[in-house]
């Protein structure tokens, strides 16, 4: 990620508007005290690139992780929607196999396959 292409060094002062990781940071960082400190550290030139990116990380990962844990607990359960539709879909093409030999009869779709065996 990109972050103040104005910025060569980490003693450089920085700029946090329209810096993705700052961006990043607003709304997904919950502890707007780091938030705060990074920014008035960046502006100074007083923080480098790595550890405002090492921060968003973890804060990331933080926010993340309950989402995480739902979706493993519903993936442990996928199997059984994955045999249920795999179940229905077996029930419907018996089904739909059986009503279209219906119809090739009643319209007599199949005339032709009855001259093949003369």
């Avoid at 030139?45 to 993340?64: R, Y």
């Amino acid at each position: 990620m990109y972050t103040d292409p104005t910025r060569l060094r980490a003693t450089d002062p920085g700029h946090v508007e329209g810096n993705p990781a700052f961006l990043y940071h607003e709304v997904f960082n919950l502890n707007r005290e780091e938030v705060a400190d990074l920014k008035g550290r960046y502006r100074r030139g007083a923080v480098g690139d790595v550890e405002v990116k090492q921060k968003l990380a973890t804060a990331l990962n933080t926010f993340l992780e309950p989402i995480r844990e739902r979706r493993a607990h519903f993936a442990a359960k996928m199997g059984l929607v994955r045999d249920a539709l795999a179940h229905g879909t077996d029930r419907a093409r018996k089904a739909a196999q059986t009503t279209m030999a219906l119809v090739h009869e009643a319209l007599e779709l199949g005339y032709l396959e009855r001259f093949r065996g003369q």
